[in-house]
């Protein structure tokens, strides 16, 4: 992914007050650095509708990032609304990304079928909701990357082909 922007939420009631530290956020970082993006901004938020849509929003309407990675709150708790919130603000739904991390996930675990994860479009940003947990942010992340790139390139214009010869 070199030469992209990337931002990061982590959705944390916890996280967000220093309770607990964010495992998730740094697994992310890693994997994108070694992929070639530049991590622009990073943040942790609580479990709150409107914390989390004014993120994604800063980083795409303002900072105008090319990819916004959130993780957490894609479960079945009362406090899980992260698909909820991201779904408010894309203008395009992309339901390939999700039904692939969720595919590749269910060879690793039957627990799988349990993700509400979600991705879209926001102006040239692709937001895409990746799990909490450290190991299933790291797996579901590491299915969607190779089509990641070619996906940014067609949202920012880099290139306008999607047929391969």
């Known amino acids: 992914m070199d030469g992209f922007s990337v931002g990061i939420i982590t959705i944390s009631d916890k996280g967000s007050i220093g309770a607990r530290a ?25 479990d709150e509708k409107q914390e989390i849509k004014e993120a994604i929003i800063d980083m795409s309407d303002s900072l105008r990032l090319n990819l916004i990675l959130t993780t957490g709150g894609t479960g079945f708790s009362e406090r899980d609304i992260t698909p909820e919130a ?12 999700p039904e692939a991390m969720r595919a590749k996930s269910l060879l690793i675990t039957p627990k799988a079928m349990l993700s509400r994860a979600q991705a879209g479009i926001r102006k040239g940003s692709l937001i895409i909701n990746l799990p909490g947990s450290p190991k299933g942010a790291e797996e579901n992340l590491e299915a969607i990357l190779p089509a990641l790139k070619h996906g940014i390139e067609i949202l920012t214009g880099r290139a306008s082909e999607c047929g391969e010869k």
Not at 24 to 46: C, F, H, L, N, T
Not at 86 to 97: A, L, Q, S
């Open 86 to 97: 991201t779904m408010e603000v894309v203008e395009k739904c992309v339901p390939g990304i």
């Open 22 to 46: 964010d495992a998730s956020g740094p697994v992310i970082r890693d994997i994108i650095k070694q992929a070639g993006g530049r991590v622009e901004k990073y943040v942790i938020v609580p």
